[in-house]
């Protein structure tokens, strides 16, 4: 895992839109959380999206960030367009010791996200995660998103084979 402190303060918390200089970083991240905290049985193979960001999710109305604390990548969030002004939010991770609410980096994230979807008019945000993942849904929850059936999602919500909850958000425009 990362060698990484929680003292930081708000200041040096950055979200920026992902550039290819952190692609192995972000990589890392997101395999160390799937496989060794939670245990999944996933590869950096078996996640086309992660070998090409730019292309998979820096196009159309969509989206990938990440969270920088002293230069070091300490989260990620994505917004993939699946038309109809919908979208799904995917790849949201955060380092383990950068969680939690009185360090914000979720949530700034998620704000990140949900503000530049509803600056592209997406009417829907859509998400799958695991039941292991029981904090996330606790996060979810609290910031608007409603447990929905896996039947009502649109049909171009790409479904990952360990998704097995799911979650929308209605955005409303200012």
Known sequence: MLKMTTNFTPEQ??????????ADEVCRLILSIQREEFGLPV???????????????????GNFWIAL?????VGTIALLDIGNAQAAL?????????R???LGVAATLLRT???????????EVFLGTTVQFLAAHRFYEKHGFTEIDRRILPSTFPIMSVDTKFYRQTMVWE
């Open 13 to 22: 918390l950055q979200i920026q839109s992902f550039s290819v200089a952190y």
């Open 43 to 61: 590869t950096l193979e078996g996640q086309a999206d992660l070998l090409n960001i730019p292309d998979f999710y820096q196009r159309a109305n």
């Open 113 to 123: 996200c949900l503000n530049w979807a509803a600056s592209k008019q997406t009417r």
């Open 69 to 73: 604390v002293n230069d070091h990548v």
């Open 100 to 102: 939690g609410q009185h």
């Open 90 to 98: 995917r790849k949201m991770f955060v380092a383990s010791e950068c």
